[in-house]
């Protein structure tokens, strides 16, 4: 593992992941890739939240990983991964708020509703968003305070050489400096709006 994504997700994980591909440092595992594998992925995941994390098998086959579920174990991984960068991909609290609280939150808090197929994978991802801080009963403004402790829960994990703090409008050149890439010549990925969330969820995506 060479990149790791200590940010939540509804924070540009998805431009992200796009981004380490383009850079050569992919195939990026993100949220998407359990969805896309649950068989393997869900009961491999289940045993992180269990404490008994196979770190080899999860990540086999990528060099980087982003978004949740990964972003909920920044501490083991930067114990088990001590050569790997961290980036913190963030935004304003109050727009992540507005932003998780219409796609993340709802769709656990709903999760007794969803189809039988994706309810072990739902049950996964409950439990490790709410590692992060993120209880589905929480409310907006525990949300919004839960956003800002975590990311100063990394702060103070991740040593500052090893992190960059990143926002997607930032674009190419931070990350690419933080990486010693060259910045590519197509722009950066912007992806992932609230409408392409719900596909993604449903297999429309």
């Known amino acids: 593992m060479k990149v790791i994504g200590a940010g939540v997700g509804r924070t540009g994980t998805y431009s992200l992941k796009l981004a380490l591909n383009v850079l050569g440092l992919g195939p990026c595992h993100h949220m998407e890739e359990v969805l896309l594998n649950m068989p393997t992925q869900v009961p491999l995941w289940s045993a992180a939240a269990d404490g008994n994390p196979d770190w080899a098998a999860i990540y086999d086959g990528y060099q980087s990983a982003v978004d949740w579920p990964t972003g909920a174990f920044f501490r083991e991984l930067s114990a088990a991964y001590p050569e790997a960068k961290f980036v913190l991909s963030t935004r304003s609290p109050e727009s992540w708020t507005e932003s998780y609280s219409s796609t993340i939150h ?86 992932n709006d609230r409408a392409e969330f719900w596909d993604k969820v449903s297999g429309k995506g």
Do not use: Y
């Open 106 to 191: 709802t769709l656990i808090c709903s999760k007794d509703q969803a189809p039988e197929e994706m309810r072990d994978w739902l049950n996964m991802a409950e439990r490790v968003i709410a590692k992060s801080g993120f209880a589905p009963e929480k409310s907006k403004q525990e949300l919004h305070d839960a956003f800002i402790a975590h990311e100063q829960a990394v702060k103070a994990a991740i040593p500052a050489d090893r992190l960059l703090v990143f926002q997607a409008k930032e674009g190419w050149a931070p990350l690419c400096a933080f990486l010693g890439q060259p910045v590519p010549d197509t722009p950066f990925p912007r992806t």
